[in-house]
C-alpha cells in the first residue's frame, strides 16, 4: 500500500611446488593420480502440499503441520493469517525447519563482503534478502506493486523512518515500521497485507516481524542538522526482476520442482553489477561522514 513523500529527518587453493630430486636415466618412477572429489552441492529442502478444506482454516494448518511451523507456512507462500482461505493449497516443507534453511538467496554474496549491510528484492519470487558483510542475516516475503502501479526495479537506498505512517495519498493507509525508500515518489518497505501475490500501489510489502526487523536494522540517510542537506545514503536496497502475473507462483512450483525459487549467486552479481561502484563510493562516505577523524 502505500504512496507518501516528505523529508525527513568461503576454500582458496594454494599450488605448493615441490623440490624435484635428481634421478639416474635408468630409474623409472611411478606416479599416481586421482580426480578430486566434486564438490557436493547444497541439499535442497523437499516439499509437499495441503490443502484446507474446514472452515477454520487456520486452526486446520495448525494441526496439519504444528503451532511453530505455521509463520514458516506463511512465510513460504507470500500470505499473512488474514489471507488464508477455505481451499488454499499451500506449499509446506516435509520436515519442520528453521525458516532461515529455506533461503532461495545464496548464504553468502563475496562481492560485497566490505559492504555493511544491503537488501535485495527479488520481484520474481516476492521476496527479501538482507546481508550483512556478504552474509545472509534474513530473508521473507514480500508483495511488490501490482501490475497497475509496479514498482520499479533499480538501487535505492534507506531513507528516513516512521514507526507507524499514514499515507498523504489516502489517509485510510495506515503503514507500521515505515522505511521511505524514494522521498520524491514516496515509495518505502513497511508492513501490510500479503495475500501472495504483488498487490501494493509500488512499495515493498513487509510481514509485520521484517518489517519490525527491518526499521530497526537497516540505516537512516544523514543529513545536515541545519541545512537538512543529505550527507550520507542509508543502507542500498536493490529492487530487481518481473513477476510472472499470468503463470503459476514459482513457491507453488516448489513441491514438484525444488529449483523453482532459487537465486543464484550468479543472479544476484549481475543484478549488482550495474550499482556496485555506487554503493561502494556510498559506503565510504558513510564511514567517512560517520568517523571524520580517522581520515
Given at each position: 500500500m502505500?504512496l507518501i513523500a ?8 594454494k599450488n605448493h ?7 639416474p636415466a635408468?630409474a623409472?618412477?611411478s606416479i599416481?593420480?586421482s580426480?578430486?572429489?566434486p ?6 529442502p523437499?516439499?509437499?502440499?495441503v490443502t484446507l ?11 496439519k ?17 488474514r489471507?488464508i482461505?477455505?481451499?488454499a ?9 528453521d525458516f532461515?534453511?529455506?533461503t ?10 566490505e559492504?555493511?549491510?544491503i537488501i535485495f ?8 534478502a538482507?546481508y550483512e558483510?556478504?552474509t545472509?542475516v534474513?530473508w ?8 497497475s ?5 533499480k ?11 499514514t499515507?498523504t495519498i ?10 521511505n ?8 518497505m513497511h508492513q501490510?497485507?500479503?495475500p ?7 512499495c515493498?510489502r513487509l510481514?509485520e516481524?521484517d ?5 530497526t536494522?537497516a540505516?537512516?540517510?544523514i543529513?545536515?542538522k541545519?541545512?537538512?542537506k543529505?550527507l550520507a545514503?542509508?543502507t542500498p536496497?536493490?529492487?530487481f526482476g ?5 503463470e503459476t507462483a514459482?513457491w507453488?512450483l516448489?513441491p514438484t520442482?525444488?529449483n523453482?525459487?532459487v ?6 552479481e549481475?543484478?549488482l553489477?550495474?550499482y556496485?561502484?555506487d554503493?561502494?563510493?556510498s559506503v565510504?562516505?558513510r564511514?567517512k ?7
Amino acid at each position: 500500500m502505500c504512496l507518501i513523500a516528505g523529508a525527513g529527518f568461503f576454500v582458496i587453493q594454494k599450488n605448493h611446488s615441490r623440490p624435484t630430486n635428481s634421478l639416474p636415466a635408468s630409474a623409472s618412477i611411478s606416479i599416481e593420480t586421482s580426480t578430486p572429489e566434486p564438490q557436493a552441492l547444497p541439499v535442497l529442502p523437499t516439499y509437499h502440499t495441503v490443502t484446507l478444506e474446514s472452515t477454520a482454516p487456520i486452526a486446520e494448518l495448525t494441526e496439519k503441520v504444528g503451532k511453530e511451523q505455521v509463520p514458516v507456512v506463511l512465510a513460504l507462500n507470500r500470505i499473512d493469517t488474514r489471507h488464508i482461505q477455505v481451499g488454499a493449497v499451500l506449499t509446506v516443507p516435509d520436515s519442520s525447519t528453521d525458516f532461515l534453511t529455506l533461503t532461495p538467496f545464496p548464504t553468502n554474496l563475496p562481492s560485497v563482503n566490505e559492504v555493511p549491510k544491503i537488501i535485495f528484492v527479488s520481484q520474481k519470487i516476492q521476496a527479501f534478502a538482507a546481508y550483512e558483510y556478504g552474509t545472509l542475516v534474513r530473508w521473507g516475503p514480500v508483495s511488490t506493486g501490482k501490475k497497475s502501479t509496479p514498482t520499479a526495479s533499480k538501487l535505492y537506498y534507506t531513507n528516513w523512518k516512521g514507526k507507524l505512517i499514514t499515507s498523504t495519498i489516502d489517509d485510510g493507509w495506515i503503514m507500521p515500521w515505515y522505511f521511505n525508500l524514494d522521498n520524491q515518489e514516496g515509495i518505502s518497505m513497511h508492513q501490510y497485507d500479503l495475500p501472495g501475490y504483488p498487490a501494493s500501489h509500488s512499495c515493498v510489502r513487509l510481514a509485520e516481524a521484517d518489517a519490525e526487523w527491518m526499521y530497526t536494522w537497516a540505516e537512516q540517510w544523514i543529513l545536515d542538522k541545519k541545512t537538512g542537506k543529505k550527507l550520507a545514503n542509508g543502507t542500498p536496497t536493490i529492487v530487481f526482476g518481473t513477476y510472472a502475473y499470468s503463470e503459476t507462483a514459482p513457491w507453488k512450483l516448489l513441491p514438484t520442482d525444488q529449483n523453482a525459487t532459487v537465486v543464484t549467486t550468479e543472479d544476484l552479481e549481475e543484478t549488482l553489477a550495474p550499482y556496485l561502484s555506487d554503493i561502494q563510493a556510498s559506503v565510504e562516505n558513510r564511514i567517512k561522514i560517520l568517523n571524520p577523524d580517522s581520515q
